[in-house]
């Protein structure tokens, strides 16, 4: 069941049911109801008055939204420095270096994340942590996934992190992950004091032959949990790339997550868009293919309501309930 924030607003509806708020107990006046994922229907109380915009078409759904802890589009004015974070969890991002909006070529949205050639970044604050994804204890699956723009993938460029990405750095720190390019190579990497676990894929095998220049593509890594054993498998546009057996225990790395940069360093030379992690779900699964998104990430999960003049999907981000 989706709960409603205070003074949310319905937008697309007829005037006569023009907004809703939440309440102690919902009452359902002209028959306005919400259905709940669980195929329940739970009532509103109408608020004569708010404003209502039409809606040409429904938002986007994602049913796994409720499972997202860091969801970044990047959206904003040319050369801004404020990122959000859209999940839930509204972790705070700092803009280090040159990391910046930009307006000129996003994948999705009104901007991505520019780094430049330079050394820009964004970083979670100081004392906030992407709880409760920390790599799981073996038993949660998860999927990290963004889109990335990159000048050369022939350069060390870490695309999101959580540590340095020197092995040795492991001693006084914990665990750290990165998901990067090397050596001709894009790599997907645990460290922890009792080893490492890599899939290592050569660039010249990824779909294409390349990781083309100054090209969207969308990469994504998913820990699925099977009868008797765990995979975590990487995907490059859609298709399947390389896998490691094995699970994966908690991450007490010291240091922040990162994104378009490690703790070492490892720049983005580029841009990045829609980063998206999902912790309990493994989205992607399986060593065949799949589409990459065509639009940006939603926002929030979609479900019908039921007026006396007709239904309405409804999608909740949080915020606002929009038709």
Not at 55 to 76: C, E, I, K, R
Not at 252 to 265: E, F, P, Q
């Amino acid at each position: 069941m989706i709960a409603l924030p205070d003074n949310a607003k319905i937008v697309g509806l007829p005037s006569a049911t023009s907004g809703l708020r939440r309440t102690g107990s919902f009452d359902a006046p002209n028959g306005l109801t919400h259905l709940g994922h669980n195929g329940e229907s739970q009532n509103f109380d109408v608020i004569p008055g708010l404003p209502v915009t039409a809606s040409p078409s429904p938002a986007p759904s994602d049913p796994y939204f409720g499972d997202v802890v860091l969801l970044m589009h990047f959206n904003g004015a040319q050369g801004g420095t404020v990122f959000t974070d859209d999940s839930k969890y509204d972790h705070s991002f700092t803009a280090v270096g040159n990391a910046v909006t930009d307006t000129s070529n996003p994948k999705f949205g009104s901007a991505d994340l520019y780094t430049g050639s330079g050394s820009g970044y964004a970083s979670l604050d100081a004392g906030q942590s992407l709880t409760p994804f920390d790599l799981g204890v073996g038993d949660v699956e998860f999927t990290l996934e963004f889109w990335a723009n990159i000048a050369s993938a022939y350069t060390t460029q870490a695309f999101i992190s959580r540590g340095g990405g020197l092995p040795g750095w492991n001693g006084t720190n914990g665990n750290q992950w990165m998901l990067f390019t090397e050596n001709s190579y894009l790599y997907w990497q645990w460290w922890s004091s009792a080893g490492v676990q890599t899939i290592a894929v050569p660039i010249s095998s990824l779909p294409g032959g390349s990781f083309s220049a100054n090209t969207w593509h969308h990469i994504a890594v998913t820990f699925e949990i099977l009868i008797g054993s765990s995979v975590t498998r990487l995907y490059f546009d859609g298709v399947h790339v390389g896998q490691n057996y094995g699970s994966y225990v908690s991450t007490t790395s010291a240091d922040r997550v990162r994104v378009a940069a490690s703790a070492y360093g490892h720049f983005v030379n580029g841009h990045m868009d829609d980063v998206r992690i999902t912790n309990g779900v493994a989205r992607y699964t399986g060593t065949g293919s799949f589409t990459p998104p065509t639009s940006e990430f939603p926002n929030g999960t979609t479900s019908f309501i039921t007026t006396e003049s007709g239904d309405y999907l409804v999608n909740e981000n949080g915020n606002n309930l929009i038709a």
